[in-house]
């Protein structure tokens, strides 16, 4: 139990377009949701925290404008990167908090953007 | 600046070596501490987590680690690896704020390990 996907789990796309990246909880329902961004041989970095139904709480230094997050759904929370520049380019990854303060996060795959 | 640390960011052990990684860090108060890993090609796994009682936790896969409050430390053994445990190894932190608590995780820049057969 408690599988988190990603898609898409790769994408390339122009300097200046929009991508949306889904997470979902394909086997529990996560309140909270989070992103975080991981640069090449570098560690994780939290981007945001994402609450259903409410607004997303972001990390000092991450644009809110820019990177857009959506938790409509208990499954499903989305980050969508808004007109993406080359220093986008990244490794996303989500994760899922199984159960509420229980502190235990489930991660999805990743998604990697490469921004041309 | 608080953060947590992993001394080794590459290590190479001959399979049937015992394995050490140290993680420390600087967040005073409660903290929850975990070790995760990444396996090749594959997504973060909880290996093991500590939120209190018995500071020696075993986890899955032979891991244990020990949480040591006097020397902010949570360091991973596993006595004896093994091929398949080749894979990256992150430590981290989920520190307690005054007045209040936070469940955001931070991670450390991982540790690459490399066994031989």
């Known amino acids: 139990g408690a599988v988190v996907s990603q898609h898409p789990s790769w994408v390339i796309c122009k300097s200046g377009t929009s991508v949306k990246i889904e997470c979902r909880s394909l086997?529990?329902?996560?309140?909270?949701m989070f992103w975080y961004r991981q640069f090449p041989k570098q560690s994780l970095m939290l981007m945001a925290t994402?609450?259903?139904?409410?607004?997303?709480?972001?990390e000092q230094g991450v644009e809110k404008d820019k990177f857009l997050i959506n938790h409509a759904s208990l499954t499903l929370s989305t980050l969508t990167v808004t007109s993406a520049h080359p220093e986008d380019s990244s490794f996303y990854i989500c994760?899922?908090?199984?159960?509420?303060?229980?502190?235990?996060?489930?991660f999805g795959p990743g998604t990697r953007l490469t921004v041309l | 600046a608080q953060s947590v640390s992993q001394h080794n960011h590459h290590v190479i052990l001959s399979e049937a070596a015992s394995l050490e990684l140290g993680c420390n860090y600087s967040?005073?108060?409660?903290?929850?501490l975990f070790w995760y890993v990444q396996y090749p090609g594959q997504h973060l796994q909880l290996l093991l987590k500590?939120?209190?009682?018995?500071?020696l936790v075993k986890g899955i896969k032979g891991f244990e680690a020990e949480f040591i409050k006097s020397k902010f430390s949570f360091n991973l053994r596993k006595p004896s690896v093994q091929w398949s445990d080749t894979a990256e190894y992150f430590c981290?932190?989920?520190?307690?704020?005054?007045?209040?608590?936070?469940?955001?995780?931070?991670f450390g820049t991982g540790t690459l390990l490399a066994v031989q057969p």
């Open positions: 994760s899922a908090e199984r159960g509420v303060g229980t502190d235990t996060q489930y």
């Open positions: 994402s609450n259903e139904g409410s607004k997303a709480t972001y």
């Open positions: 086997d529990f329902q996560a309140t909270t």
């Open positions: 500590y939120f209190s009682g018995d500071p």
């Open positions: 981290a932190v989920i520190p307690s704020l005054y007045g209040g608590a936070t469940n955001k995780l931070i």
């Open positions: 967040y005073g108060g409660t903290v929850n």
